[in-house]
């Protein structure tokens, strides 16, 4: 069985799978009381900037801290599965849930696992940001990667073109892989947070590195002909499509931007 560990998001105590691929990582743990999880904020780590990052903190402390040859990132709530899942019973959820001997599968045809694309349908990626999220960020993000990381140019610009993606900040990555991905992505988020003035920004809103690192990582995998094998993913809770539906018509033509999670 190949070594694996995939770390679980959390900022909360919450069911998690029992299959020992998966690490529960408390997220923004720092100044925070334990919930039972190996915490973010221990060795080298960047704890503190996860009201801002998101999860990313959690991936920053993988990369950082885990010994394993295989490496992933989910969410307590969102987690990659083989299956394609109907039911509404969260118990019945977490059963289809990727297991090790899954993963340790997958892995003997591909070094990357990612969950399957989304389809934005009516608008490109670019667009769909500009109108749910401050589009300034993307821009300088733009920028940056103009300036430091050239060759990755053609793919960014094709963020204005492209209606999918792999989204979520999920996945599996041989070590080697994840080490060159967080490099070039920890580099330009960490010279993200010099150029963007975020004041006027509600808390919901500064957590745009997050949002950015989303559509960095088709950037990455497709500018460096990444192979990689696509799995289904769960969303453990219930999602209001409807509501998130709505939500996202008053952006396109309303001009109301996002203002929570859904």
Known sequence: MKDVKVIVA?????????????????VGAKGKESIGYTRDDTKKNISDKNPFFCELTGLYWAWKNLDADYIGLVHYR??????????????????????????DKLLNKTDVILPKKRNYYIETLYNHYKHTMYVEPLDETRKIIEEKYPKYLGEFDKLKKRRKAHMFNMFIMKKEILDGYCKWLFDILFELEKRVDTKDYTAFHNRFYGRVSELLLDVYINTNNIKYKEVNFIDIENINWLKKGTSFLKAKFLGKKYEKSF
Do not use: G, S, W
Request: aromatic content about 10%; hydrophobic content about 30%; charged content about 40%.
């Open 78 to 103: 969102r987690y990659l599965t083989q299956n394609k899942v109907k039911t509404k019973d969260i118990d019945k959820k977490f059963k289809e849930v990727i297991t090790l001997k899954e993963v």
């Open 10 to 26: 959390a900022h909360k105590e919450y069911k998690m799978p029992k299959d020992k691929l998966y690490l529960p990582l408390h």
